[in-house]
């Protein structure tokens, strides 16, 4: 049984672990810093509440399945526990996927800006700033990463 709760804990750090990136326009990762970027200006057109979807990087899935198979193969004797421990690990393997994307969801913002030079853009990032539409607004670009910031 003590396995079952260290597997338990084990799953649940992972979870939350992978719930602490952030990709608002206020954060940036350490490949970002002391990197030069391209800053445009612009005003923003609209702004829309998106979601952007969970992560499914297969931690949650490979902890769950360890879960569910220690807890299957708690069930009946002999064989029964053999076909517990599978029948555990392929439906804790499931759960646990679906709580990782899920735990990882998070609310953003589709932000729509009229460039100086009058191409239109829109840029999805994480809640962070607030911006209103007929706000002035600068635009960084570099490395693949695009942000709006004030």
Do not use: W
């Amino acid at each position: 049984m003590n396995a079952l709760k260290i597997c338990s804990v084990l799953l649940i750090s992972l979870i939350l672990a992978g719930c602490a990136t952030s990709k608002s326009g206020d954060v940036y990762s350490r490949d970002q810093a002391r990197r030069e970027m391209l800053v445009r200006s612009g005003v923003v057109e609209s702004i829309r509440e998106v979601t952007m979807e969970g992560t499914q990087s297969g931690v949650g899935g490979l902890a769950g399945a360890a879960v569910g198979g220690v807890a299957g193969s708690n069930v009946g004797g002999g064989k029964g526990q053999i076909v517990g421990a599978i029948f555990g690990a392929v439906l804790g393997g499931m759960a646990g996927s679906a709580i990782e994307e899920s735990a990882s969801k998070k609310n953003a913002l589709e932000i729509t800006v009229r460039l100086d030079g009058g191409q239109l853009i829109a840029v999805v990032q994480e809640m962070g700033e607030i911006f209103n539409p007929g706000e002035r607004v600068r635009i960084l670009s570099g490395n693949g990463s695009t942000r709006v910031t004030h």
